[in-house]
C-alpha cells in the first residue's frame, strides 16, 4: 500500500497520509516551509508499531 510521509526539513517524519481511494475525498496537507511529502510502499498494518515505521523512514 501507499503511504504519503510529511518530512521536515531534517528529514524526519512528522506525519502521514493514505492516498484516497478513487473517488473519495482527497487529502492535500499545508506544508510548513521546508517540509515536503514522499510517498513510499508500506505493509498492510504499519500502523501496528507507527514509532517504528517513523523511525524508519526518518533521515536522522
Do not use: C, W
Not at 510521509?5 to 502521514?16: C, E, I, P
Not at 521546508?34 to 523511525?55: L, M, R, S, T
Amino acid at each position: 500500500m501507499k503511504i504519503n510521509l510529511v518530512k521536515d526539513a531534517n528529514g524526519k517524519v512528522v506525519a502521514t497520509f493514505e492516498n484516497a481511494v478513487a473517488g473519495g475525498p482527497v487529502v492535500k496537507p499545508v506544508l510548513k516551509p521546508g517540509h515536503k511529502v514522499h510517498e513510499v510502499e508500506a505493509p498492510e498494518d504499519y500502523k501496528k508499531d507507527i514509532k517504528a515505521f517513523y523511525k524508519q523512514h526518518s533521515s536522522r
